[in-house]
């Protein structure tokens, strides 16, 4: 039987339904750039959200993994063309198609390690990395072709993407981020949840408060620098 040819967006949605079959999408969160078009949901199909797609397609494992059920991940995409790679010296898994890259993230904290967490419920391993503590604080979910997906507030998914800024070396890669987390911020401010950005601003350690207001300033996004460093806690 000849294997059906999926377009880039329509192989997301069936390894998230692939994934939801199997009983463990509800133990993930879906983070990364594919968060946009889910977003649109969010914001309605109004809000001028950028376009981007990316080859990533990352998921955010909580720590410690609460999995409760067995899924061997790899098996379960390999007919839609998915091979596994290993990265590094510890053997990072990679799960690899011409369209897409799939890889499990769990937040690093502490002095962090290069080691990657194994979770033998998926049979594959995360890395670690910093600032992903941001995007498991404070959740939604959204309903999309069928499935219930829990995505980052848009308002920790904006914020964290200015965080990872100062970490790009690719200067296209920073700017998509910088695009991605200005439209977000905007969008929610025309949702009237400023204050919901405001909050999730001030509940970040002062190093990182700064970060973020300098890739602000950076992007010459004035308007939204004054917001997040006002003093006052009304709207």
């Not at 889910?38 to 080859?55: H, K, N, Q, V």
């Not at 990657?116 to 049979?123: S, Y």
């Amino acid at each position: 039987m000849e294997n059906r040819k999926y377009d880039q967006y329509e192989l997301v949605i069936e390894v998230l339904n692939r994934l939801n079959a199997s009983g463990v999408l509800k133990y993930l969160i879906f983070i990364g750039s594919w968060c946009l078009p889910l977003y649109r949901d969010y914001f309605g199909d109004d809000e001028p959200l950028p376009a981007i797609r990316t080859r990533d397609m990352d998921f955010l494992i909580p720590e410690p993994p609460k999995i409760h059920d067995m899924c061997d991940v790899p098996a379960l995409i390999r007919d839609l063309g998915f091979v596994v790679t290993f990265r590094g010296q510890h053997g990072l898994i990679r799960l690899e198609h011409p369209d897409l890259m799939i890889e499990f993230l769990v937040p690093e904290r502490g002095k962090g390690s290069d080691r990657p967490v194994a979770i033998p419920q998926l049979k594959v391993n995360a890395e670690r990395l910093r600032f992903l503590s941001l995007l498991e604080q404070k959740t939604i979910r959204i309903a999309t072709s069928g499935l219930s997906v829990v995505l980052p507030h848009p308002a920790n998914f904006a914020l964290q993407k200015l965080l990872i800024c100062s970490r790009r070396r690719d200067s296209g890669k920073k700017q998509k981020d910088r695009d991605a987390a200005t439209a977000i911020l905007h969008a929610l401010i025309r949702k009237d949840e400023k204050m919901t950005v405001i909050k999730v601003f001030r509940s970040l350690p002062l190093k990182w408060q700064k970060k973020i207001l300098l890739e602000l300033e950076e992007s010459m996004e004035s308007d939204l620098r004054d917001i997040l460093s006002t003093t006052s806690t009304t709207e």
